[in-house]
């Protein structure tokens, strides 16, 4: 295979970063780790204050892939049926017709999911999971593409319900936009005085392409030393003093598939430890629940990645690998 068909992945990547770029401004570590959650077909927690972008990257995401986008917007009311559908009678045809909630699309912005019940946040759980939705008893699949992207405030805590354990370590990551710098927000007023900036985004992929990418994640080369290099990090949440609740293995597993997209994304056909690490905080960070307030959880993790040895890993030439059964895309 050329070189050019090599860095064909990147390439539709990084094009796809670039037209996200047009609409969410000054961010480009932040679309990083969105992309990383995309090819890993994991869902994402933005945690951030109001008006900084949540929903403009939500649809960002969607209308660069040409993915159908639905979006729900959740008070302490919302029942579970007004995210999966609901069976109605049709009296015209004398039986039950299936009216699929918003969670049928590919994109579903779950727009303040904290302020809902935990019963209605329990709705999204099998479907993040399985990517299927049950409705009296009755089980339909959800597009291979679906993803969550739900948003919270970090900071109003009134009339909220905290996001149980079990739903926060459904989301592959937690990150976050924070305020733009003073050259990014003048440059986002000036793109706002007369036109929406998400009528410049295009769709750069399909969805064949975007599940091509996806699989192609899988095929990313993974040494043994880099997997326990990520089992030691994620163990050493479980036996630390500070920390009440340790990351699960599905944080692990997490871990590296966000390690392989990394790899693909900057294509590399193999990952490395350093690759681990610059994902630790945002894909374990909330899956963790420390024993004291006064303590951060990214300044704990830090510390575990400073304690834990790192692998010393063999040169690349070492580690020659057939790449057309990595990169190989269609042009």
Request: with cysteine; net charge neutral.
């Amino acid at each position: 295979m050329t070189e050019s068909k090599q860095k064909t992945a990147g390439k539709l990547l990084n094009s796809l970063l670039t037209e996200w770029q047009k609409a969410i401004i000054g961010k480009p570590e932040t679309l990083r780790l969105v992309m990383i959650s995309l090819l890993c077909r994991g869902h994402l927690l933005l945690e951030d204050l109001p008006g900084l972008g949540k929903t403009t990257l939500a649809k960002t995401v969607a209308k660069s892939l040409d993915l159908t986008f639905k979006r729900i917007q959740c008070t302490p009311d919302l029942l579970p049926a007004d995210i999966t559908g609901v069976n109605m009678f049709d009296q015209k045809a004398q039986a039950f017709r299936f009216l699929p909630g918003p969670v049928f699309t590919n994109i579903l912005l779950a727009d303040e999911i904290n302020r809902t019940s935990p019963r209605t946040q329990s709705a999204l759980l099998e479907a993040m999971a399985e990517r299927t939705v049950t409705v009296d008893r009755k089980t339909r699949k959800l597009p291979a593409s679906f993803m969550v992207i739900a948003t919270q405030n970090p900071i109003e805590f009134s009339g909220t319900f905290p996001l149980p354990e079990a739903q926060l370590d459904r989301f592959f990551m937690r990150v976050s936009l924070g305020y733009p710098k003073l050259d990014d927000e003048t440059r986002i007023m000036q793109m706002n005085r007369q036109d929406d900036p998400l009528e410049q985004v295009g769709a750069t992929i399909d969805e064949g392409t975007l599940l091509k990418l996806q699989h192609a994640v899988t095929r990313i080369q993974l040494e043994q030393k880099v997997i326990d290099y990520i089992a030691a990090l994620v163990d050493a949440t479980r036996n630390h003093k500070r920390i009440r609740l340790g990351v699960s293995p599905r944080g692990s597993i997490s871990l590296m598939k966000a390690a392989q997209a990394s790899a693909l994304l900057n294509d590399e056909h193999f990952v490395t430890p350093q690759r681990v690490q610059e994902l630790v905080v945002p894909v374990l960070a909330h899956r963790m629940l420390l024993r004291s307030n006064n303590d951060s959880d990214d300044q704990l993790l830090h510390e575990i990645v400073d304690a834990t040895p790192v692998p010393a890993m063999p040169g690349s030439e070492e580690k020659k690998q057939n790449r057309e059964s990595v990169f190989e895309l269609a042009e």
